[in-house]
């Protein structure tokens, strides 16, 4: 696809979005090294077809989105579905103390062997999720899975990132806007993506090509992604 130039009407010194952001697609695996290993150990728990797996790292880096894919090849369910047997939660520092008390039971079911698989994910190890107030029970049992780190994409991985998006929409950036958004986009692979789709709407809205100075306009946006 190629945008109309247009040397016409400026940007409004002051962006206000009127659009959402679009997440990570559900069903793509993202061509980034700093998923390989998660991405690894996801495939081993299917395969093998027992055990626990927690993946941990900051927040945006996509692990909720590997969960995602997870469930869709494998059928697992919500931690709550009652009769499940592949599981997965997202944000284990985050439950209340009813969910951390109904994650305890379903985790001795996985130790029963009830339920075969679980995948869990936070944004510490499990050593730290008890100054989250996540209950020792719990952390305990974490610490017995794998436990595989989810880092923050390296810029070579946002580099492909930017041009698998750009290749989906059938776009090519101009080198000098492809470093730009490397250099100063979103260090998050979901937070990039959503920066991308959402300069994407506004220079679809606008009629114009991708150029730094409408990135700029995103980026200083108050609402901005």
């Not at 894919?69 to 579905?81: D, E, F, H, I, S």
Request: hydrophobic share 45%; proline share 7%; net charge negative.
């Amino acid at each position: 696809m190629a945008y109309p130039t247009s040397a016409s009407t400026p940007l409004p010194t002051q962006l206000v979005l009127s659009w959402a952001p679009q997440a990570l697609p559900a069903n793509q695996i993202l061509p980034l090294q700093a998923q390989t290993t998660a991405l690894a150990a996801l495939a081993q728990v299917a395969q093998v077809g027992r055990g626990g797996l927690y993946l941990y790292g900051p927040t945006g880096v996509g692990k909720s989105h590997l969960l995602r894919l997870w469930a869709a090849q494998t059928g697992a369910q919500p931690c709550l579905t009652a009769g499940a047997a592949h599981l997965w939660v997202d944000d284990v520092e985050n439950l209340d103390t009813a969910a951390q008390e109904a994650l305890f039971h379903t985790l001795t079911r996985l130790e029963s062997g009830e339920v075969l698989t679980f995948v869990a994910t936070g944004t510490l190890p499990p050593a730290q999720l008890g100054r989250c107030g996540v209950w020792p029970e719990i952390v305990s049992r974490l610490a017995t899975w794998q436990v595989v780190e989810v880092p923050e994409p390296t810029d070579a991985d946002r580099r492909q990132l930017c041009l698998a998006w750009a290749a989906q929409q059938q776009l090519t950036l101009a080198p000098e806007v492809l470093d730009y958004l490397v250099s100063h986009g979103a260090r998050q692979a979901q937070r990039l993506w959503q920066l991308l789709t959402t300069i994407n709407g506004l220079a679809l809205a606008e009629k114009r090509r991708i150029t730094i100075p409408l990135i700029k306009a995103v980026l200083e946006a108050p609402d901005a992604v």
